[in-house]
């Protein structure tokens, strides 16, 4: 079957993208648009190698959509309001970036009246839920098509489908599969395949270089990161530098292990030096600013919003009024946090804000109290206890 419909593809110029790209042009003749979008994983350079690559796969159009900035403004600016760490490890570095990546295609597809949307997922990953989620949800009247988990295809398979014709390219298999996004580094290999084995040293792709301990300061306003070392630039430049330099010295290695979408259990390393930074930074100047009913109600509603943002949920309502709280919370979350890089790790030094809560005439901790007498507190502290009075009487006598 011939056609010559518009069909978009999800293109990373992989085995598997590159195996659609291919099939789909030259078995069925769509007018294939090859689509990447840039959520801080590419260079001018990177771009430039999978537009060649597209291009001799016998994609019509190739295009590459810069999504940089949407990424923070829309995804990673609540991640760091919520602090959020998936199972308190995982940053959420790939996952949050492909709901982005999705909406970008399927706003692409739409532009041009593509009929079909296609992508290389296989059926035992996290991706073919978020990108179908939000192609069905943002163009229902769109096909979606998706060779590699349509007909369960083996490595070898592809590869031998791609020789026969005539694509000897080299598609033996990286060591280690890395996808790198503004957020933070995905690394796979076969020891993440297993449950007790670490990736070496060299599955990494920042190598440590520096051992000598720096001194950072990292400036926020209203919850987001303005500037590092007095040296004021966006939020996504911040984050760009941060990684640079915390990366020098390999900090932000770990492996994550969590429960995928479908059902079953997934490990993956990653690198996110800058992530991890920002939001232990960030937490604790929250600590210092924030009420301590802000600081629990954020804790419980921050796992939702990863929960759902993991698993493709983004553009369900909730989603929207969890970001207007997470952001209302953020008002008063400014001041300078000094963080000690150092070898594998860093240290939190301590804050300065004209919002610190310490800064209190009422008192010092475990020191002095000004704004009330002993008196007050044996009152206080009998009341407190008159529930569990009632209870242990009630209980003991019954």
Request: charged share 20%.
């Amino acid at each position: 079957m011939i056609s010559k419909d518009k069909l978009v593809l999800a293109y990373s110029g992989g085995l598997d993208t590159s195996y659609c790209a291919v099939h789909l042009s030259q078995d069925f003749g769509y007018e294939v648009h090859a689509i990447s979008v840039n959520t801080g994983g590419f260079d001018k350079a990177a771009i430039a190698l999978i537009e060649s690559k597209a291009y001799q796969m016998g994609v019509a159009v190739y295009k590459n959509i810069e999504a940089t900035e949407r990424y923070y403004n829309e995804v990673v600016k609540y991640l760091i309001f919520g602090n959020v760490l998936k199972n308190n490890t995982y940053p959420l570095s790939v996952s949050a970036e492909r709901i982005i990546q999705a909406i970008e295609i399927v706003t692409y597809a739409k532009s041009i009246n593509a009929k079909y949307i296609a992508h290389g997922s296989t059926g035992a990953g996290n991706d073919q839920v978020r990108f179908d989620i939000i192609f069905q949800i943002l163009a229902p009247e769109i096909e979606i098509i998706t060779p590699i988990r349509d007909h369960k295809l083996s490595r070898e398979q592809e590869i031998a489908y791609l020789k026969s014709k005539g694509l000897e390219m080299s598609w033996d298999k990286a060591k280690y599969s890395i996808n790198k996004g503004l957020w933070g580094t995905s690394v796979g290999g076969d020891q993440t395949l297993t449950s007790h084995l670490a990736l070496p040293e060299e599955a990494y792709p920042s190598q440590m270089i520096k051992k000598e301990d720096t001194l950072v300061t990292l400036d926020f306003l209203n919850g987001e990161l303005v500037a590092i070392d007095g040296q004021k630039n966006t939020p996504v430049k911040n984050i760009q530098i941060l990684n640079k330099l915390a990366g020098a010295y390999a900090i932000g290695r770990d492996i994550h292990v969590g429960d995928t979408i479908v059902g079953i259990k997934g490990r993956v390393g990653f690198e996110a030096p800058a992530a991890l930074i920002i939001i232990k930074a960030h937490h604790l100047l929250e600590k210092h600013t924030l009420s301590k009913w802000q600081l629990q109600h954020k804790d419980s509603m921050a796992q939702y919003y990863g929960m759902h943002l993991h698993e493709g949920q983004y553009l369900d309502p909730v989603m929207r009024n969890m970001e207007a709280f997470l952001e209302s919370s953020q008002s008063h979350v400014s001041g300078a946090v000094t963080v000690t890089l150092k070898p594998y790790h860093f240290t939190l030094n301590g804050v300065k804000s004209d919002y610190d809560l310490m800064k209190s005439e009422f008192g010092s901790y475990g020191e002095m109290n000004t704004a009330w007498t002993a008196d007050d507190a044996k009152g206080f502290i009998k009341i407190m206890s008159n529930q569990n009075k009632i209870i242990q009487n009630i209980n003991s006598t019954a």
